[in-house]
């Protein structure tokens, strides 16, 4: 399996970006859960999204109502709407799925595979 993060770039705070994850080797229908995930310079990586196999979807607070977590099953590909960005969003973005389960999903030790990153810069 694997994951290939892309969309990243450099855009101004209030500016919109489409992440895109896309997988090869399994459908992404098969995975339990897949995430987003980020990682700021001199931080620990930190959740920002995830989204069940059953379309349910969780965000961390300081992101709800700005991005939003979907999948497209033809594309094997799943997405992270970002819109109105801040200087705060600013970090490599990862993709990740798990296999199993339906537990804990904001934990990176709850993820089997990883994207390679993408990097989000907002300048103010």
């Known amino acids: 399996v694997q994951l290939q993060a892309s969309g990243g770039g450099l855009v101004q705070a209030g500016d919109s970006l489409r992440l895109s994850c896309a997988a090869s080797?399994?459908?992404?229908?098969?995975?339990?859960?897949m995430g987003w995930f980020r990682q700021a310079p001199g931080k620990e990586r930190e959740f920002v999204a995830a989204?069940?196999?059953?379309?349910?979807?969780y965000y961390v607070d300081s992101v709800k109502g700005r991005f939003t977590i979907s999948r497209e099953n033809d594309k094997n590909t799943v997405y992270l709407q970002m819109n109105s960005l801040k200087p705060d969003d600013t970090a490599v973005y990862y993709c990740?799925?798990?296999?199993?389960?339906?537990?804990?999903?904001?934990?990176?030790?709850?993820?089997?595979?990883w994207g390679q990153g993408t990097l989000v810069t907002v300048s103010s």
């Open positions: 990740a799925a798990r296999r199993y389960g339906s537990g804990i999903y904001d934990d990176t030790k709850s993820y089997d595979f």
């Open positions: 080797g399994r459908s992404v229908v098969t995975f339990s859960t």
């Open positions: 989204i069940m196999w059953s379309l349910g979807t």
